[in-house]
């Protein structure tokens, strides 16, 4: 199906932007590319895929993969600014930012 002037017009209103005629015709073919290249996934053969379950059985149920919260020892200043490019008073010296 291809992508027209009318679907962007409906997906700027949806996202509530505003769109000239002009935009709605640069934005249509570069959205056409953009859903061709993602319409190449359905040629891939997922048939040995195993379907992602995010924490879940399949069963549904959810998994406990949490590691164990136990206190343990921490790095230490010294080892962290070990290997420092520019260690200033304990601290990491970064570049200004702004």
Same mark, same amino acid.
């Given at each position: 199906?291809?992508?027209?002037?009318?679907?962007?017009?409906?997906?700027?209103? +949806?996202?509530?932007? /505003?769109? *000239?005629? /002009? /935009?709605? !015709?640069?934005? *249509?073919?570069?959205?056409?590319?953009?859903?061709?290249?993602?319409?190449?996934?359905?040629?891939?053969?997922?048939?040995?895929?195993?379907?992602? *379950?995010?924490?879940? *059985?399949?069963?549904?149920?959810?998994?406990?993969?949490? !590691?164990?919260?136990?206190? !343990? $020892?921490?790095?230490? $200043? /010294? +080892? @962290? +600014?070990? $290997? @420092?490019?520019?260690? @200033?008073?304990?601290?990491? !010296?970064?570049?200004?930012?702004?």
């Amino acid at each position: 199906m291809p992508i027209t002037e009318a679907d962007i017009e409906k997906i700027a209103q +949806l996202a509530h932007l /505003e769109i *000239t005629d /002009e /935009e709605k !015709r640069s934005f *249509t073919p570069q959205i056409a590319d953009i859903v061709a290249y993602v319409e190449q996934l359905n040629e891939l053969d997922t048939s040995d895929v195993e379907p992602a *379950t995010g924490g879940l *059985t399949a069963e549904g149920e959810a998994t406990d993969s949490a !590691r164990e919260d136990a206190a !343990r $020892q921490s790095l230490g $200043q /010294e +080892l @962290a +600014l070990d $290997q @420092a490019p520019d260690p @200033a008073s304990g601290h990491f !010296r970064v570049p200004k930012v702004l």
